[in-house]
């Protein structure tokens, strides 16, 4: 197809493009200070909470081969189940409610992608030097410069990956025995695996993938876009302020013309941006809210004696009607940040509460399927039943069982069942009742344990009790 | 893995999926590549022309091209994954791969997990294997399994299965006849007497005598009557009715019964007799694991079992 000058008017384009370097350069200021300090936060508690001990074991242990997950004083068993639920649920409405108020903060800040993207380029700047250096680095043919470079950059990446790795394993088994195993040569192939693979998405998210993590992979991303509204917080470039841009170039010695914006088209907001977007084209999906912008544009104003704020979180309405602080602030108080925090809050305690009054026995009937009831000497009717007994506290247990339901009914032989801490027990229970009690067929009983030194401490579970016709 | 009824269907299957993958491929190599309508300035639009809500327009940006080649990664590990691995219709895969084997390994693994520990135990005698709490725990678990089903998870058993906690053995509570009657099973045989005894009457007149023997209520007559019958009997039952374990011929003599002590019950004995199995569990089980269980058995109704104490430690 050519138009009549001759010239083609179609063109094929490749639908798949490399990615293009990204060299974010190192900025200073209050919300690089605020992201260092979430780094610091984040990764205190994920390097240092597998070392604390506490009852004689690991405080937060997630051992999967016995199925118990310890989380401080608490034992978590499988039947906890419903509680991972209500904290995913405490999760979500957590992020819906910070970014309906925020926009992207958790990515901006907290996200271990960010986080880790934050440390990888820290070493990266430490061996490579600053985003001039790095680029001219990029650029430039491999020698013995390059390379030693390059590999020592990637070592420590290395290093820290699998120390990352390693700590993550150490929630899954116990980290000491783990760092023993280790210096011994005597790791299991799934605990290496696991190492392994942990290491390697670490160093390849933070250190390859970086931002095409949150442009292309990241579920969040997509749906936080999702809940923003004109209200929302948001890192936003002041057009009105700052247009049109007072670039300066050579041979133009225009000076601060009074028509010209306070943008001098500096591009250092372009050069912190960790993902490489231009942030004065307007809100884009790439943006992270990590506010690198917001910084470096401040360092700028303050340099050509202008305002602050030229970048700055606002929101949508707030540029449009030329809102003041005080009444962007004011709306966050708007129905949708209401209702997630009035359920964020009820979630949480409702959660709270019931971890508070959680009861450490669980119990479960099994009615022995093989016989309907069986007839004793002198016609009194027998059922057997499997207890099983789930002692989820630390602590052994003495337990006993009764009965109650149909008049008569008890236990044989209810002497004392004595329980470990953390173990359950299947102890094989019989039922009697006198003849002429109950009626033929099925009957609703109830068992109930009790601890034999905590008499609060008590379960209960219906089962069925067949007297034969 | 159940194969087609015919070769038709095995190929049918193949060649769909093979078609499947391919096209997969196809479809990654026809539009990794499209044309764009160029702007004045003889550059690529930027945007495809589309327009939604006044101003939200699609760009042109290309995907990043790492993506396209974990796609055919994808398409290269199905393929891989077809030649190794059991998928493509009745093919089998090179590895030989099928869920029995896997299944052998598993037990081949617990075998040698846990084989060490059973063949100690299998060294010792039956009543010191009783007294160990450990493997009275193990013994447990294994009845818990195997044997509940029938006689009970407190081994007492119901009607037509014998009760294991108590003193009163078909076969004998020695602890080797107890191993012995898991491991080749046994076979119950009361032979139909009907016939041999004569009537209605003379069948019922044996069965009050029979629940005399243990004390039950019977009719004095009848029992006059029966007694005398009951000489076609004891060749199992034995003159003093206590029963013979060599042939499984319970003790009529005691309070124990199978079937029940009913009269009517007993009549039915009688009439028609009574045929029951105790399968065998040598070859299931392995002779180690018997052992364990033989001493679990044992212990049900001898005191020297361990104390609820002693189980509670041992119950892991």
């Not at chain 1, 990352?164 to 605990?191: C, D, H, K, M």
């Not at chain 2, 760009?59 to 990043?64: A, E, I, Q, R, S």
Request: net charge positive; proline share 5%.
């Amino acid at each position: 197809m050519t138009d009549p000058a001759g010239a083609p008017r179609e063109a094929i384009v490749r639908m798949y493009a490399a990615r293009e370097d990204i060299f974010p350069r190192e900025i200073k200021g209050r919300y690089a200070t605020l992201r260092w300090a979430c780094v610091w936060l984040t990764q205190l508690l994920f390097y240092g909470l597998p070392w604390l001990n506490m009852n004689g074991r690991q405080a937060v242990l997630f051992d999967l081969a016995s199925r118990k997950f310890f989380l401080a004083g608490m034992v978590f068993w499988p039947q906890d189940f419903i509680y991972l639920a209500a904290l995913l649920i405490v999760c979500a409405y957590g992020l819906f409610l910070v970014t309906a108020v925020a926009g992207r903060v958790w990515c901006g800040f907290a996200c271990p992608q960010t986080v880790y993207t934050e440390i990888f380029l820290w070493i990266e700047r430490k061996i490579e030097g600053p985003r001039s250096s790095q680029m001219r680095l990029a650029r430039q043919p491999w020698n013995l410069e390059k390379v030693g470079k390059r590999g020592a950059k990637h070592l420590a990446w290395g290093l820290v990956a699998l120390w990352t790795g390693f700590t993550f394993v150490g929630y899954f088994a116990p980290i000491r025995s783990l760092g023993g195993e280790i210096a011994a040569f005597g790791l299991g192939p799934w605990e290496t695996f696991w190492i392994l693979f942990y290491s390697f998405a670490t160093y390849g998210n933070a250190g390859w993938l970086r931002e095409q993590v949150c442009k292309y992979m990241c579920p969040y991303a997509r749906f936080q876009s999702a809940m923003f509204d004109k209200d929302t917080l948001i890192v936003t470039y002041d057009e009105a302020r700052g247009e049109p841009r007072n670039g300066r170039r050579k041979g133009e010695a225009k000076a601060y013309a009074a028509e010209s914006g306070d943008c001098i088209d500096c591009s250092l907001c372009v050069q912190v941006c960790p993902t490489g977007i231009d942030i004065r084209k307007g809100l884009q999906y790439e943006c992270i809210g990590c506010a690198a912008c917001v910084d470096a544009c401040n360092i700028v104003m303050d340099k050509v004696k202008k305002p602050r704020g030229l970048i700055r979180y606002a929101t949508e309405n707030g540029l449009l009607r030329k809102l003041g602080a005080r009444e962007i602030r004011r709306r966050m108080l708007r129905p949708r940040v209401l209702v997630y925090s009035a359920v964020l809050v009820a979630l949480v305690a409702a959660m709270g509460t019931s971890l508070a009054l959680r009861n450490p026995l669980k119990l479960d009937v099994i009615r022995d399927r093989g016989s309907m009831g069986r007839e004793v000497d002198d016609g009194r009717i027998e059922n057997v039943y499997r207890l099983q007994l789930m002692n989820t506290s630390e602590q052994a247990q003495l337990l006993r069982v009764s009965v109650r339901g149909i008049p008569s009914a008890a236990v044989v032989d209810d002497g004392a069942i004595a329980v470990d801490g953390a173990t359950t027990r299947a102890v094989p229970v019989r039922v009697r009742i006198d003849p002429g009690a109950g009626t033929p067929g099925s009957n609703r009983i109830e068992f109930t344990v009790r601890s034999v030194d905590d008499p609060d401490l008590s379960v209960s579970e219906g089962a069925a009790f067949i007297v034969p016709k | 893995m159940a194969d087609f009824f015919n070769d038709f269907w095995h190929y049918y299957v193949a060649v769909i999926t093979i078609l499947s993958i391919a096209g997969c491929g196809i479809l990654l190599w026809s539009q990794s590549k499209f044309k764009v309508r160029l702007d004045a300035d003889g550059k690529p639009q930027q945007t495809t022309g589309h327009v939604w809500d006044e101003d939200l327009t699609e760009l042109n940006t290309p995907m990043p091209r790492w993506w396209i080649v974990m796609f055919w990664l994808s398409i290269l590990f199905a393929a891989a994954y077809l030649v190794l691995y059991p998928g493509l219709g009745a093919f089998r895969g090179t590895l030989g791969w099928n869920q029995v084997g896997e299944y052998q390994d598993e037990l081949q693994q617990a075998k040698a997990e846990y084989g060490p520990l059973f063949e100690q135990y299998k060294k010792l005698d039956l009543k010191a294997v009783a007294a160990d709490p450990q493997a009275h725990a193990i013994g447990e678990r294994l009845f818990l399994t195997y044997c509940s089903q029938c006689h009970g998870s407190d081994a007492r058993g119901s009607k037509g299965f014998p009760n294991l906690a108590d003193s009163d053995w078909l076969h004998g509570g020695a602890p080797d006849a107890i191993k012995t009657s898991i491991m080749n099973g046994r076979t119950g045989m009361m032979p139909p007497m009907g016939a041999a005894l004569g009537s209605d009457k003379d069948v019922e007149s044996v069965a009050h005598y029979v629940r005399s023997l243990s004390g039950l209520s019977a009719d004095p007559i009848k029992v006059a009557f029966g007694k005398p019958k009951f000489a076609t009997c004891v060749a199992c039952h034995g003159a003093d009715s206590k029963g013979n374990t060599m042939l499984g011929a319970p003790n009529l003599a005691d309070k124990t019964w199978l079937y029940g002590g009913s009269v009517e019950t007993v009549m039915e004995t009688i009439r028609k007799g009574r045929t029951n199995t105790m399968p065998a569990f040598g070859d299931f089980l392995g002779e180690e694991k018997v052992h364990v269980l033989a001493a679990y058995v044992w212990s049900l109704s001898n005191p020297t079992a361990p104390t609820d104490a002693t189980k509670a430690t041992a119950a892991k």
